[in-house]
């Protein structure tokens, strides 16, 4: 096929931008070396790749030849409350380890360092016969992929993961090294990490010295990673040209102009509004006592960054502009496949059939919503428990996604992952859930008169959670090993909670594979062949949190009120917002721009000029908290932690002139822990000393 109108069309933002969250087996390094005159070979991306890792939530690297790691503190946050108690409050107070027998191991956490991937697409697409229904080619889909993926892993040992690009275009095999022996090395005071609080969130500039270090052990001695990244000792300036690397969560501009008008319309609003009443019941929650606010400020921390983040993307959509564009280039791609007779065989009523599953999305969203565990670990560990043993019993094929013979083996993992539960908060998040499900669904509904039979959502989670051992990964563990019949039987509370849930949440969940997952995933997939075949793998996919690589350079912007953003900021401007804001003295804003003693008693040690925080060009979202930020030289210069609200509305379309991330500069890691920290030799450390 010539190269079209639409082609160039298409092909025009990723040229004039850095726009694009690329796989590094396809990163552009032409494109990068016209523009910036760096040359980015395959030793120099490998590097960063195996210096790059994966947190639960978020990404970090190594940066020392010993295994330290640097992530931020808002991602390591979890972590450093578990090892945490009211009397050594280290989210609160920081912590230094001065020496590594000081240490803390964290249970339960494992990071994942991507050590290959693999193209499985031919194997499987030879999976769906032709004529094979939707719903029955996601099916067959899953169970090919779930079949590589163990046999992967018994060939090498290593986690594997399937991963899907390109709305389904293509299918990947990734293997993970996983690391289980993590431990807290040091944290500043969640003060100063999230300096501003909720105010200055998604907001430049900033004073954020939101980072924090772990070190990963191998056989109870310090991890030698084949890669790290040391800090830099040339120092970053504007316009100089960063790369970042890390696993951004999940992008939707691959969607169709159907899914995104959803998004607008429909999908973001119900969000905004479940995410106010979930924090709401947390922070009811968390006026119960000192401990409770101690125990759930984290998860409140994580409900309003959300609500923020979830609000730019509103605000990005509702542009007339962002919805044009999308609407004019799914117009030149429609036509082009109705011109020509090979593309519409492949996507011509593609679109139609998106748009239809739309209609069943929003139909389906309410109970989808409300029919399930929501990430609560205790409900979740209850439901997999009930359902695990059946689904085993049955052939692969037939089986839940999550329990496939593929799949199986993660899904044990997670189940018997030793992370502490705080019941507390497990019991008012429960509560949360069932109420939820009562509002939304009525008190007709037959899972809430099944659930609740009449009793408050109070008094059943109380009940469920009182009763429960199911907080103890060895009852876990007993209980898989007991067998069918014993665990069908066992009179566990959240056990029965789970085996009332689990019919209703099966049906709903077939409905929506069925009518809408399916479909999105067939249909996206044949819309994303047929691009493949106007314009190759000239584009970048969505996100997937799955490792990815962005640059730009260190960039100003405009913020709409007249002037430019400062592309750095400096301890000075630090106590100057501080102090403008009336000091500790002050209430206002709830404490947000209050700075802990040590802080106030180090103001005279620290070179004020050094830089803290810059704004950058790369193209990042949520799931990039954590990414280390390189120079041309590939050493560290930064952490990523946040991008500007502006911006936000890059997770449906992105715009050269509102997308920045933010970062902490290198420069005040080192000399926060040099003269704040006491953690001299922390910096020596990262310096490659």
Not at 306 to 317: A, E, W
Not at 384 to 394: C, G, P, S, Y
Not at 400 to 419: D, F, H, M
Not at 501 to 512: A, K, N, S, Y
């Amino acid at each position: 096929m010539r190269l079209s109108a639409l082609v160039l069309l298409l092909a025009l933002p990723a040229l004039r931008a850095d726009e694009g969250m690329w796989t590094f087996d396809n990163v552009p390094v032409k494109a990068i070396q016209e523009k910036y005159g760096v040359a980015l070979d395959a030793a120099w991306l490998k590097n960063l790749q195996l210096a790059t890792l994966r947190f639960p939530n978020g990404t970090g690297a190594f940066v020392s030849r010993d295994g330290l790691v640097i992530t931020n503190h808002h991602v390591g946050r979890d972590a450093i409350a578990q090892v945490s108690s009211a009397k050594a409050d280290f989210v609160r107070d920081g912590f230094t380890a001065a020496t590594r027998g000081q240490e803390i191991r964290v249970p339960g956490l494992e990071l994942m360092l991507l050590v290959s991937s693999e193209n499985v697409t031919a194997q499987v697409n030879e999976a769906v016969k032709p004529g094979t229904a939707d719903k029955d080619a996601l099916t067959a889909r899953r169970n090919a992929l779930a079949e590589v993926r163990k046999a992967e892993e018994a060939k090498t040992g290593l986690t594997c993961e399937p991963v899907t690009l390109y709305q389904g275009g293509e299918y990947w095999l990734y293997r993970y090294r996983k690391f289980k022996d993590v431990r807290l090395v040091a944290a500043p005071e969640v003060q100063v990490a999230s300096f501003g609080g909720d105010p200055d969130n998604y907001t430049y500039p900033r004073w954020n010295l939101d980072f924090a270090l772990f070190r990963v052990y191998e056989n109870g001695q310090p991890y030698q990673p084949e890669a790290f990244l040391p800090f830099a000792r040339t120092p970053l300036k504007a316009g100089d040209l960063t790369v970042i690397s890390g696993h951004p969560g999940v992008t939707y501009r691959g969607q169709t102009l159907a899914q995104m008008q959803y998004a607008k319309e429909v999908g973001i609003p119900f969000q905004l509004a479940f995410l106010a009443r979930q924090r709401r019941a947390l922070e009811a929650y968390a006026k119960t006592s000192a401990e409770a606010a101690r125990i759930a400020a984290d998860a409140i921390y994580s409900i309003s960054n959300g609500q923020k983040r979830v609000t730019g993307q509103l605000m990005g959509l509702s542009k007339p502009e962002s919805l044009a564009q999308v609407a004019q280039r799914e117009a030149e791609l429609r036509a082009t496949v109705a011109r020509e007779a090979g593309l519409t065989a492949i996507a011509g009523p593609s679109w139609d059939r998106i748009a239809e599953a739309v209609a069943r999305q929003k139909a389906l969203l309410k109970e989808y919503t409300c029919l399930g565990t929501r990430r609560i670990d205790l409900f979740g560990h209850a439901l997999t428990l009930v359902r695990i043993l059946e689904e085993e019993a049955k052939p692969t094929a037939q089986r839940l996604p999550e329990y496939s013979e593929g799949s199986l083996k993660a899904t044990r993992e997670r189940l018997l992952n030793p992370r502490p539960i705080q019941m507390g908060l497990g019991e008012a998040q429960l509560a949360w859930v069932l109420r939820e499900a009562l509002e939304q669904l009525g008190a007709g509904h037959p899972y809430v008169k099944t659930v609740l039979g009449g009793r408050s959502p109070e008094a059943v989670a109380k009940e469920a959670c009182a009763g429960t051992r199911l907080q103890d990964p060895v009852f876990r563990k007993q209980l898989l090993e007991g067998g069918r019949e014993a665990l069908a039987g066992h009179p566990d509370p959240m056990l029965a909670l789970a085996r009332k849930l689990e019919p209703f949440q099966r049906g709903v969940q077939r409905q929506w594979e069925d009518q809408v997952q399916s479909v999105f995933a067939e249909h996206g997939g044949r819309i994303a062949r047929a691009r493949f075949q106007v314009l190759g793998k000239s584009q970048y996919p969505d996100a997937t949190f799955t490792l990815r690589l962005s640059w730009g350079p260190v960039a100003t912007y405009d913020t709409g009120s007249g002037t430019k953003a400062q592309p750095f900021t400096t301890f000075l401007g630090l106590y100057d917002r501080h102090e403008g804001w009336g000091g500790n003295a002050a209430a206002a804003e709830d404490g947000a721009f209050t700075l802990p003693e040590r802080w106030l008693q180090a103001k005279g040690r620290l070179a004020l000029e050094t830089p803290f925080n810059f704004a950058y060009g790369c193209d990042t979202v949520g799931g990039n908290s954590g990414s280390p930020v390189v120079n041309a030289k590939g050493e560290f210069v930064g952490i990523n932690f946040d991008s500007v609200l502006e911006g936000q509305g890059g997770y449906y379309v992105y715009d050269a002139a509102t997308k920045r991330a933010v970062a902490a500069d290198a420069r005040a890691i080192l000399e926060t822990l040099r003269k704040v920290m006491g953690a001299g030799h922390l910096a020596e450390e990262a310096l490659g000393k």
